[in-house]
T-cell receptor
């Protein structure tokens, strides 16, 4: 079984400041890792994913994430946020050997203020 | 290419009523799934299907039924709605473990 823990339920941040959203996971099998964003009253949009290879993954809208196998973490970062980055962010894992379910974290609400 | 289409976008039901949430995809994906999203709990899997005629339960299946008669459609049925089923429902489809396409969601309120 897999589990995902997003360590912060809410992250307030000022515009143009950096932000880091923390995600830890546990799994007894190999998994792929994902970050999704949900803007208010919208569906889920893929920000980035780690499949293999380089542990630093770059995604859309200036986001990046680093996979750390030893710490079983996949933290998301952005060096300078905009008001439009206000949204909920979900970390998720999925087994590599099947079309199995996504296991999502509880989500982190990012609120960007001027 | 419409992707994953969910209807309706919003719905209000009375306790005990039944309804079907529709999900259709035009990408010929074998794998489809339903999730519900509740505050502080992320998304939880309700039911999934790995192809036409094959369905299975996820993490929170109670109170929901599904069937998969075609590759394109994967409806979710609430037989007797309860206030605990007030949630946002997402349908997703995949062709591999590395990809998933989510619908825009159905916001359901049961009063």
């Amino acid at each position: 079984a897999q589990s995902v823990t997003q360590l912060d339920s809410q992250v307030p941040v000022f515009e143009e400041a950096p932000v880091e959203l923390r995600c830890n996971y546990s799994s007894s099998v190999s998994v792929y890792l994902f970050w999704y964003v949900q803007y208010p009253n919208q569906g889920l949009q893929l920000l980035l994913k780690y499949l293999s290879g380089s542990t630093l993954v770059k995604g859309i809208n200036g986001f990046e994430a680093e996979f750390n196998k030893s710490q079983t973490s996949f933290h998301l970062r952005k060096p300078s946020v905009h008001i439009s980055d206000t949204a909920e962010y979900f970390c998720a894992v999925r087994r590599t050997d099947s079309w199995g379910k996504f296991q999502f974290g509880a989500g982190t609400q990012v609120v960007v203020t001027p | 290419n419409a992707g994953v289409t969910q209807t309706p976008k919003f719905q209000v039901l009375k306790t005990g009523q039944s309804m079907t949430l529709q999900c259709a995809q035009d990408m010929n994906h074998e794998y489809m799934s339903w999730y519900r999203q509740d505050p502080g709990m992320g998304l939880r899997l309700i039911h999934y299907s790995v192809g036409a005629g094959i369905t299975d339960q996820g993490e929170v299946p109670n109170g929901y039924n599904v069937s998969r008669s075609t590759t394109e459609d994967f409806p979710l049925r609430l037989l007797s709605a309860a206030p605990s089923q007030t949630s946002v429902y997402f349908c997703a489809s995949s062709y591999s473990p590395t990809e998933a396409f989510f619908g825009q969601g159905t916001r359901l309120t049961v009063v």
